[in-house]
């Protein structure tokens, strides 16, 4: 299962979920119904679950749409099968369990009554069980190891009682890279599909690139006097006769204002520093002794001549994670890919 919630990571829901699909993922997961309606009005045909908290109300819209429901507690489970009956659809679900992460599910030592009502709820199909992990990419795999061993107790369930056991998922990014034993019968990552690494101490027994280049240009350029400021709240003053150049980019882009006076960008290869505080559309760079002429590249997270700024720097910066700078990522900012053919592909196969 390829997760795609959150804009795919912020690399586009859509070109992003025909990409796995095409390169093999069999199921995509996303957190919100919206999200799996989107993917649905694209066409995709592909099993959806949508893993994040149910809604009552949104029930309907799941059974119509052929989108897998997460259940996390008898209670829902109940609503869902109600809601199926009275609709004459078969609701398709995925049961939660809760094994450490502390959100969603039904405890894992509290789960047997929730199965046997799954077996027993006529009008649905639990064709999935599922947990979640809370640091499966930490150094000290104690933890994961635990939350492991509760998922398979628990879901030892089925073999007891002579049922067909759903199918087992609990391996995020850093379970499919230090936690083989977690892969059990599907895998649900996430980050390192983008080609980024779950965190600092991850294993990183899966080699990834990034796919993802964060561009802008300069649309501006000016001389600064000595003692002059650059931005709201004059968090800057050119110590010197100094080259600014202006990106429209800002914080409206989820290009974080935290960046300001700290970020860096390349230009022609060379990091340059933000300086002044970061405006909703545009931020200042110091152009040191380059050279930038309008409507030159600038390149804010990726490579550019020997340059290079990673997601993980950025968000060091920032004093976050990847995930959060990737998802972060405004609508204002088109998106390109470089090679769509799988995607456009998969599109065309559906007419
Ligand atoms: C329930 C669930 N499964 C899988 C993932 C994917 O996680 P990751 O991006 O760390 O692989 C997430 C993301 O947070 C999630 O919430």
Known sequence: MAVVKANAYGHGLVPAAWTFLAAGASQLGVAFVEEGLELRRAGITAPILVLGGL??????????????????????????????????????????????????????DRCAEFFAQGAASEHCDVLGVYSHFANADAQDPT??????????????????????????????????????????????????????????????????????TLKTRVVFYKVVDEGLTVGYDLTWRAPRTTRVVTLPIGYGDGYARALSNRGEVLIEGVRRPIVGRMSMDQCNVDLGDGTAYNGDEVVLIGAQGDGRITVEEVAAWVDTIPYEILTMLGSRIPRYYLDDSAAASAAASVG
């Open 55 to 108: 809604l009552g109300q949104q029930i309907g819209a799941f059974l119509d749409y052929d989108l897998t429901i997460g259940v996390a507690s008898p209670e829902k489970l109940r609503h869902v099968n109600e809601a199926a009956e009275q609709t004459g659809r078969r609701a398709k679900v995925h049961l939660k369990i809760d094994t450490g992460m502390g959100r969603l599910g039904k405890r894992w």
């Open 143 to 212: 933890f994961a190891r635990e939350q492991l061993d509760h998922f398979l107790a628990a879901t030892s369930f089925y073999e007891r009682e002579g049922l067909p056991t759903p199918v087992r998922h609990m391996a995020n990014s850093g379970a499919c890279l230090g936690h083989p034993e977690a892969w059990l019968d599907m895998v649900r990552p996430g980050i390192l599909l983008y080609g980024v690494y779950p965190g600092p101490e991850a294993r990183r027994t899966i080699d990834v690139q990034p796919a993802l």
